[in-house]
């Protein structure tokens, strides 16, 4: 290198023209760190493709310290800097690997560069939209933002579903140059072409050209946030496409009855037959969102006696037959279970048949003559000889024998449980 073979202006020569020139050679410095690294003869060597090597008049007068041979380009084999060491600033990242000369240059003194932080070196190609803290976004290892989702949800505009993966400049057409500038922050700026595309329903024919987030949501346009206010989604009504409801894409002054959509499903129910029996068109009193089978009638006010729907399964009984034994027509006395007419729980109020040996006996174990159920006492079945009476019935006799009787002292029909308490 001849250095009085290269005219180069001094800092204080420097014009407009100079100083563009140098912020252009400053992004080329930055944009080649990881290039520099994998060159042949390390940081202390130049790319020729950057330009002419910056000249080296604040460099010690010995240049054996680096170059060696007849050229300029030879490099020591034993070069060695350590630059932590020596300057006390340790080099991390991408400047350890960055040529010496991109920082220690004629532009004037490196402590004064490096105080400007980043900016000293780099360019702010953000046009200082963003700020002077390039740490913020960045690190040393490259110029890829760190955290950049992060440090979006922290302005007015955060990032979430498919705006998290985005491009930048879907929404800032200058990002690909590093302006980053004032966004419009309203759906429709970056969504016009969707707006205008939407038929199902005819957005712009029903005048829906802005506020899109009042029923969509940021994963999808089919993921509809739309709060149906009048009429709760719910059930096979979540579902539905909203023209079913809506004919002919009018939504405005939409019947809200059941039967405004649903007369056909009235008119052909047939189990039971709502026409024939003469049953309301409210179908919310029976029915819900979830499906026509999932029905809940309420009775009230429906005659509870059930004689009124069963008089025939009262006249047709014949074990034991009910008219004939003159069984009263109040079903539910012995009838507990509405699914199955054999599920009896008779009380037998006059003589107690629920507990001891007479638990569970059969009807035509007592009333031996069919459909006879006049009263009995225990004597009618249990024979009262002197022999079986003895001492323990002597305080009893001449006592009318009545089941009432002998009930105190056998509560449970069992014959040996005990005298009466006197």
């Given at each position: 290198?001849?250095?009085?073979?290269?005219?180069?202006?001094?800092?204080s020569?420097?014009?407009?023209?100079?100083?563009s020139a140098?912020?252009?050679?400053?992004?080329?410095?930055?944009?080649?760190?990881?290039?520099?690294?994998?060159?042949?003869?390390?940081?202390?060597?130049?790319?020729?493709?950057?330009?002419?090597?910056v000249p080296?008049?604040?460099?010690?007068?010995?240049?054996?310290?680096?170059?060696?041979?007849?050229g300029?380009?030879?490099?020591r084999?034993?070069?060695?800097?350590?630059?932590?060491?020596?300057?006390?600033?340790?080099?991390?990242?991408?400047?350890?690997?960055?040529?010496?000369?991109?920082?220690?240059?004629?532009?004037?003194?490196?402590?004064?560069?490096?105080?400007?932080?980043?900016?000293?070196?780099?360019?702010?190609v953000?046009?200082?939209?963003?700020?002077?803290?390039?740490?913020?976004?960045?690190?040393?290892?490259?110029?890829?933002?760190?955290?950049?989702i992060?440090?979006?949800?922290?302005?007015?505009?955060?990032?979430?579903?498919?705006?998290?993966?985005?491009?930048?400049?879907?929404?800032?057409?200058?990002a690909?140059?590093?302006?980053?500038?004032?966004?419009?922050?309203?759906?429709v700026?970056?969504?016009?072409?969707?707006?205008?595309?939407?038929?199902?329903?005819?957005?712009?024919?029903?005048?829906?050209?802005?506020?899109?987030?009042?029923?969509?949501?940021?994963?999808?346009?089919?993921?509809?946030?739309?709060?149906?206010?009048?009429?709760?989604?719910?059930?096979?009504?979540?579902?539905a496409?909203?023209?079913?409801?809506?004919?002919?894409?009018v939504?405005?002054?939409?019947?809200?009855?059941?039967?405004?959509?649903?007369?056909?499903?009235y008119?052909?129910?047939?189990?039971?037959n709502?026409?024939?029996?003469?049953f309301?068109?409210?179908?919310?009193?029976?029915?819900?969102?979830?499906?026509?089978?999932?029905?809940?009638?309420?009775?009230?006010?429906?005659?509870?006696?059930?004689?009124?729907?069963?008089?025939?399964?009262?006249?047709?009984?014949?074990?034991?037959?009910?008219?004939?034994?003159?069984?009263?027509?109040?079903c539910e006395?012995?009838?507990?279970?509405?699914?199955?007419?054999?599920?009896?729980?008779?009380a037998?109020?006059?003589?107690?048949i629920n507990s001891?040996?007479?638990?569970?006996?059969?009807?035509?174990?007592?009333?031996?003559?069919?459909?006879?159920?006049?009263?009995?006492?225990?004597?009618?079945?249990?024979?009262?000889?002197?022999?079986?009476m003895?001492?323990?019935?002597d305080?009893?006799?001449?006592?009318?024998?009545?089941?009432a009787?002998?009930?105190?002292c056998?509560?449970?029909g069992?014959?040996?449980?005990?005298r009466?308490?006197?």
């Open positions: 290198m001849d250095r009085h073979t290269q005219s180069t202006p001094r800092t020569e420097l014009g407009p023209r100079h100083w140098l912020a252009a050679l400053l992004v080329l410095f930055a944009l080649s760190c990881a290039v520099a690294a994998r060159r042949e003869g390390g940081p202390q060597t130049w790319w020729d493709k950057r330009g002419p090597v080296h008049e604040s460099f010690p007068a010995d240049c054996s310290l680096c170059h060696e041979g007849e300029w380009r030879s490099i084999a034993d070069f060695v800097f350590d630059h932590e060491r020596e300057t006390g600033v340790k080099l991390e990242g991408a400047h350890q690997s960055a040529e010496c000369l991109r920082c220690h240059n004629d532009r004037g003194p490196v402590a004064l560069f490096a105080a400007r932080g980043c900016g000293g070196c780099h360019e702010n953000h046009r200082g939209q963003l700020g002077d803290n390039c740490e913020s976004c960045h690190t040393q290892a490259d110029w890829r933002p760190n955290e950049a992060a440090a979006h949800n922290r302005t007015r505009f955060p990032l979430a579903g498919a705006h998290a993966v985005a491009a930048c400049w879907r929404c800032h057409p200058g690909q140059t590093g302006n980053f500038a004032r966004a419009d922050t309203s759906c700026a970056c969504h016009a072409s969707d707006l205008a595309r939407a038929q199902n329903p005819d957005h712009a024919a029903q005048g829906w050209v802005d506020s899109c987030e009042r029923c969509h949501l940021p994963t999808q346009w089919s993921g509809g946030g739309f709060t149906h206010n009048t009429w709760p989604l719910v059930g096979q009504h979540a579902g496409d909203c023209a079913q409801c809506h004919t002919g894409g939504f405005a002054g939409t019947p809200s009855q059941c039967v405004d959509c649903h007369l056909a499903d008119q052909n129910a047939a189990q039971p709502h026409v024939t029996f003469g309301p068109t409210s179908c919310e009193q029976c029915h819900t969102p979830v499906g026509w089978d999932v029905a809940n009638f309420s009775h009230a006010g429906i005659n509870s006696g059930c004689v009124q729907c069963h008089l025939s399964d009262y006249q047709a009984t014949n074990d034991p037959n009910h008219a004939l034994a003159g069984f009263g027509q109040t006395q012995c009838h507990t279970s509405t699914n199955n007419w054999s599920v009896v729980n008779f037998h109020p006059q003589f107690p001891g040996e007479h638990n569970n006996f059969a009807c035509g174990q007592c009333h031996l003559q069919p459909n006879n159920f006049q009263s009995f006492s225990c004597t009618h079945c249990h024979d009262h000889r002197q022999s079986e003895d001492s323990e019935h305080d009893v006799n001449g006592y009318v024998w009545q089941s009787a002998c009930y105190q056998h509560p449970d069992q014959e040996s449980l005990g009466r308490k006197r």
